[in-house]
Structure formats: C-alpha cells, structure tokens
C-alpha cells in the first residue's frame, strides 16, 4: 500500500451546502498528520466519510488499502477513532466502559486500560455520567489507543483536556508515531499539530488550501524582526518583497517578514548594523491568513 489514506476528488454536498469540495489527499504510512481548519471547514466531515459513517457525493477514499463502505468491519478493527463529541453509556463505570469496548472490538486493548488511564490521571471507578467533559475525553482517548491499532483517527482530541494532560496526550501520539502506527489528526488548534506533525493540511470552507510539511511551512511563516543601525535610516529603501508593516524611529527598524528574509538582509547589509534580533516565525498568523481566505493553495 503507497498510502494509510488516500482521497480522490472526494466531495459531500448537504443540500446546497457545500462540507467537502473535491479533497485529494495522501496520508502516508507511519505518519503523524495534521488537518487544521477553524469549525466548520470540514474536518468531521472528512473523518466521517473515512469511517463510512457517512457517504460521499462524489469520489473515492480507500483506508489502509481497504474501501471503507465494503471493508468496514475489518476496517473498524484496525483503527483506533475518537469522535469530536464523544458519548458512552453515562451508567456505567469507566472500567466497565472501556472493557466493554475492547470485547466488542475482538483484538485485545484491555490490557493497557490501566496504564493508559494512569498516565493520563483517570479514575477507572467513576461513573461515566459523574465525569466533566475533560475526564470523558480521557475515556475516549483511551479507548482509541489501548489496542495499538496501524491508524488512529483522532477529530479535535484536546477538547477540554488541561495543558498537563494534553502534554501527555502528545507523548502519546509521538509514541504511536515511532511503533510504526499512522495518526490522522484534526484540530483547529495550530500549536498542538505543530508539536508533532510530520505534515499538516490546511481546509477552508470544504477545500485543502495548503499541505505542506511543518518545516516548509515555517519557512513562509511570518517573523517580526527589529534592526538597530548606527545611524538614522529611511523606511523607503527598505520597501523591499516580504516585509510588511513596516516603522522606522530614528536608528531602530521593526517589521513583519514573510517568507525568505534575504530582501531585507540586503537592505540592512548598505548601513552599519549594531542589532539585530528575529523572534520565531509565527505559524498562527500563517494558519490565520489560510483560514481566512487571504492566501495559499494546496501544494
């Protein structure tokens, strides 16, 4: 199999609404990717489709080289998935639940109930009704990964969790990664994908805008940078391809650089530089600038 996932053309119509416009996407095997876009840009949409919970319009998704409409029981047993609106039976108790899960499922997973919900601080005697939203996501984060499956479909899997479980969360993903399992995961929370993604795909109201690796996309970030010089400058030799908002008091230069800094360099290289300083380029704005429709396409 070239791909764990592998969409062509893939569109869902509601009406005449539009959820996914014609998505053509490779996941690659021992990945960990990341599908960024504000709510509504499609993602549930997509991880749906893949789960055969739902039928495209128009086009094909094959998952783990098997069709998920008419492999789906195999299919179900090989990947791990957590729902973006996670719901169990509220009477029993968390061990009840999750044993009950990895029965049904048929291929083991019981086994690692009680690391698992060590390790992310979950009490296995409560009753699943009696948890806050951030507890039950734990359940369901348990349950997607106890039984080691090749694929975990994960749709928006920190809601509610506090910083300190999601830490843990991202061990998680960053251990399955190296086992050799691929991890499909949605979010509308860039820091979190940027943490461990090997690539990330960016959808807007139904379309891939970008798909790109984190590094590459690091490199079209943008960056604040502010340049000291010996003597007074003026803005206007400094308009140059990738700066913007732009300000110059007297000896001190501060803009915003998108892209390659090498323009600027060289606008700074015809003066004496006495500083320098570059913060990190800033993915945020980057994402923010996709999701709102002012630039990029799908690479």
């Not at 929370?189 to 798909?211: H, T």
């Amino acid at each position: 199999m070239d791909a764990a996932i592998q969409l062509t053309g893939l569109a869902k119509t509601y009406g005449r609404r539009r959820g996914l416009t014609g998505l053509t996407l490779d996941v690659h095997h021992g990945e960990i990717f990341g599908y960024l876009g504000p709510n509504g840009a499609g993602k549930s949409t997509t991880i749906r489709l893949l789960l055969d919970l739902i039928r495209p319009s128009a086009g094909t998704a094959r998952v783990l080289g098997l069709d998920p409409r008419a492999d789906a029981v195999a299919l179900h047993r090989r990947i791990g998935y957590l729902a973006g609106d996670f719901v169990v039976d509220g009477r029993q108790t968390v061990r009840e639940c999750l044993r009950f899960l990895a029965n049904l499922r048929g291929n083991g997973g019981a086994a690692r109930i009680g690391e698992l919900a060590e390790r992310l601080d979950l009490d296995l005697t409560a009753r699943i009704r009696s948890l806050s939203k951030g507890n039950r996501q734990k359940v369901g984060l348990v349950q997607a990964f106890m039984h080691s499956p090749e694929l975990l479909i994960l749709d928006e899997p920190t809601s509610g969790l506090d910083p300190l479980v999601q830490h843990t969360f991202l061990d998680l993903v960053r251990e399955a990664r190296a086992a050799g399992q691929t991890v499909f995961m949605s979010s509308h929370i860039m820091s979190e994908v940027q943490a461990v993604a090997d690539r990330v795909g960016i959808l807007r109201e139904g379309a891939l805008v970008a798909l790109d690796s984190v590094e590459a996309l690091r490199e079209r970030a943008v960056r604040k940078v502010e340049i000291t010089f010996a003597a007074p400058v003026s803005a206007e030799e400094f308009t140059v391809d990738g700066v913007s908002d732009l300000a110059v008091d007297g000896t001190v230069l501060r803009c915003r650089v998108s892209g390659s800094p090498d323009a600027l360099v060289k606008a700074a290289a015809r003066h004496t530089v006495t500083g320098l300083l570059s913060e990190e380029p800033d993915l945020e704005e980057l994402f923010l600038t996709y999701y709102e429709g002012g630039a990029g396409h799908a690479a």
